[in-house]
């Protein structure tokens, strides 16, 4: 599976962005579906996941509240919704697939395909 990530920007603190994640070449509702973020200098971390059927979520201490998740299988996409954006919020934002359909995987190494990431930065 081909993963396309866009809706990157800059934004003003306190600001929205909805970044998607649009899946070509299989269907999404075979995948778990993350969303990392990897600032400068720092590693990748894990923001929030949802399973195959979308049933499922999972986020993050620092998202829980303020970033929502979701999944349109049949536009085979993966939005994330990013409220009350802070300056540390700034990064590149990955999406990325796992095979573990029925899973929240939470770490880089449980994910099969990456999208190429888009820039996110928050100014304060």
């Known amino acids: 599976v081909q993963l396309q990530a866009s809706g990157g920007g800059l934004v003003q603190a306190g600001g929205s962005l909805r970044l998607s994640c649009v899946a070509s070449?299989?269907?999404?509702?075979?995948?778990?579906v993350g969303w990392f973020r990897q600032a400068p200098g720092k590693e990748r971390e894990f923001v929030v996941c949802i399973t195959g059927s979308g049933g499922r979520t999972y986020y993050v201490d620092f998202a829980q509240g303020r970033f929502i998740i979701s999944k349109d299988n049949a536009k085979n996409t993966v939005y994330l919704q990013m409220n009350s954006l802070k300056p540390e919020d700034t990064a590149i934002y990955y999406c990325?697939?796992?095979?573990?359909?029925?899973?929240?995987?939470?770490?880089?190494?449980?994910?099969?395909?990456w999208g190429q990431g888009t820039q996110v930065t928050v100014s304060s």
């Open positions: 990325a697939a796992s095979y573990s359909s029925n899973s929240l995987p939470t770490t880089v190494n449980k994910y099969d395909y």
């Open positions: 070449g299989r269907t999404l509702s075979g995948y778990a």
